[in-house]
T-cell receptor
């Protein structure tokens, strides 16, 4: 196990609602990244937080937002849910967001279903 | 733009067979990093290997080996004497030197190892 935890494990929401997913990073890691993995696809990068600041973002609309807390845990918030937001959301932590050589260690994911 | 192609969607083998998973990547950067992750049914991505663009040495770790060839932009993964526990989806990923850690994943190869 990587030491990265995510909650909840599963979540069911309806279109238009808002959702918050949570991630606790591995001890000693100050960087958290979020990925969306649709069924049968590879994970897609949403954004990354380093020391409580967003320091990189993928091609996701502003209704995807995040937070990182002083203990380096993180939240992913999605507003105005759409059916296409149904996916496995993966959180990954790494030692330092400024070192691209660092390996990202993933949590077990949260499976979000939007009805 | 960066891209990772895993042309093999699914591979089925019988235990003890050797199997090679193909990965072809595209990037304009001269400095980049390549990764392989394993995703068992539980969903968590398990890190297997990282390789930087300046190190073309092949690597062997137990039953796993990796063949990195810059001339063909390939980073292939071989499992020797496959076991049922190797059954999973395997992802190849690429990260460049943008200043933050963003992994670009392929679509994955599902490996089924039957007894």
């Amino acid at each position: 196990e990587t030491g990265v935890t995510q909650s909840p494990t599963h979540l069911i929401k309806t279109r238009g609602q808002q959702v918050t997913l949570r991630c606790s990073s591995q001890s000693g890691h100050n960087t958290v990244s979020w990925y969306q993995q649709a069924l049968g696809q590879g994970p897609q990068f949403i954004f990354q937080y380093y020391r409580e600041e967003e320091n990189g973002r993928g091609n996701f609309p502003p209704r995807f937002s995040g937070l990182q807390f002083p203990n380096y845990s993180s939240e992913l918030n999605v507003n105005a849910l759409e059916l296409d937001d149904s996916a496995l959301y993966l959180c990954a932590s790494s030692l330092s967001g400024t070192r691209v050589t660092d390996t990202q260690y993933f949590g077990p994911g949260t499976r979000l279903t939007v009805l | 733009a960066q891209k990772v192609t895993q042309a093999q969607t699914e591979i089925s083998v019988v235990e003890k067979e050797d199997v090679t998973l193909d990965c072809v990547y595209e990037t304009r950067d001269t400095t980049y990093y390549l990764f392989w992750y394993k995703q068992p049914p539980s969903g968590e991505l398990v890190f297997l290997i990282r390789r930087n663009s300046f190190d073309e040495q092949n690597e062997i770790s137990g039953r796993y080996s990796w063949n990195f060839q810059k001339s063909t932009s390939s980073f292939n993964f071989t499992i020797t004497a496959s076991q049922v526990v190797d059954s999973a989806v395997y992802f190849c990923a690429l990260s460049d030197n943008t200043g933050f850690q963003k992994l670009v994943f392929g679509t994955g190869t599902r490996l089924l190892v039957s007894p």
